[in-house]
């Protein structure tokens, strides 16, 4: 394989995100924290803001349909810089090793609102060479539609390009476009997968 271009997820690749950090704080155990982001702010909700609903529509929809949690919901975006913790350091290195040889870019399942946050905090952002967000584009992984977005934006071809993923649905979906997937496990785990196919 010819490697040209490296395609990087952000969230649990290269940054620590997760809204246990936020809530941890504002539950009396863990098991009433896990029932709350399990059934009420879960992953599918928040994903339709990284699919592009605003975040003022999604938090009043859910306040309307479980009002007793009313300020819990509110505090899901209102202290959602909270829930991003940190880079992931060893990652971020390796992305800074890639970018000396390949062209590295983006393709993220984010809200349009919020990502400018995660821009201003890692200066490591400004060494990508493109980046597709779901929310400003209004579809997300594993739709192939934002795969193939960002192939033709960039004028990528998929074979020559390597695509990082900690979503083992959204590798499968690269995979079947053509693009080399790689689901992310951890820093050393990646690092290794990249040395076997003689990339670094």
């Not at 040889?101 to 990508?128: H, P, Q, V």
């Amino acid at each position: 394989m010819k490697t040209e271009n490296i395609i990087f997820d952000f969230g649990g690749v290269l940054v620590d995100w997760n809204p246990r950090y936020l809530y941890k704080d504002h539950f009396q155990n863990k098991n009433e924290m896990e029932h709350f982001l399990k059934n009420i702010c879960t992953d599918e909700w928040n994903l339709e803001q990284d699919r592009g609903r605003s975040l003022s529509d999604g938090t009043v929809l859910l306040q309307k349909k479980f009002p007793e949690f009313y300020a819990m919901i509110q505090l899901f975006y209102d202290r959602w810089e909270t829930m991003l913790r940190s880079d992931i350091p060893e990652t971020v290195s390796l992305l800074y090793k890639l970018k000396a040889k390949y062209k590295i870019y983006g393709l993220t399942n984010w809200s349009a609102e919020t990502i400018s946050i995660a821009y201003d905090r890692f200066s490591f952002f400004e060494e990508f060479d493109g980046i597709v967000v779901s929310g400003q584009e209004k579809m997300i992984k594993p739709d192939r539609q934002i795969y193939h977005l960002l192939l033709d934006r960039y004028n990528l071809k998929a074979e020559h390009t390597i695509f990082i993923d900690d979503n083992i649905n959204n590798v499968k979906t690269a995979e079947e476009i053509g693009l080399y997937g790689i689901h992310f496990e951890s820093p050393s785990q990646l690092e290794t997968r990249l040395s076997l196919i003689n990339v670094i």
